[in-house]
């Protein structure tokens, strides 16, 4: 219970922290004075800030995983994401940047291979598409709403993301069922493609 305590207390206030300041500027020792502990508490937890952030981003990975079930559309699953980033504007800014940009691009990436490849598996129930054009299909709209929300955050975010994700979801509405139909008349796709 206090192990836990103790890594939520540091993670709050490293948040807090990177609301106020450039990740750059933030060191373990201003962190442990600021949550009134010492430093070897910091490293009993994490090995360094990079391992801080990575919890960060695993943790809200797994509740929007969690949030997203079959019920919910591919724009419902996204702006999920979007709004973790919208409420945490300021400490995103300062991880994208800096050195843990990487880290950053890896959680929008996953994130969205998550949403996608639900989404899209339970769209081809509904069709007989060729399993790897499923994962195509996936990959590919992974691909481009990664881009589209790092895009987003390089541009310090002052769009709405629910307004923008709700408006790509109607310009694009039925492309992805289409596109798994047009698979079940294609010639076999052999190739092996490295999508996971």
Known sequence: MAKNYTKDLIRSEFIKLLNKKSLHNVTVTELAKQCKIERKTFYYHY?????????????????????YNETLSWEEGFILVAKFIWDNKKVIKHMYESDYKIELEKYVFSISGE???????????????????????????QCALSSALIQWVATDMKTDPKV??????????????LSLKRSEGLKKFTQNLYLE
Do not use: C, H, P, W
């Not at 709700?166 to 509405?173: A, F, I, V, Y």
């Open 115 to 141: 949403i996608m490849n639900k989404y899209v598996s339970r769209q081809a129930e509904m069709t007989r598409a060729q399993e790897m054009d499923v994962k195509l299909i996936a990959y590919f709209y």
């Open 47 to 67: 090995e360094n800030l990079t391992e801080l952030i990575k919890e960060i981003f695993d943790e809200e990975l797994d509740q929007v995983i969690e949030e």
């Open 164 to 177: 923008v994700t709700r408006r790509m979801g109607e310009l694009m509405d039925g492309n992805i069922l």
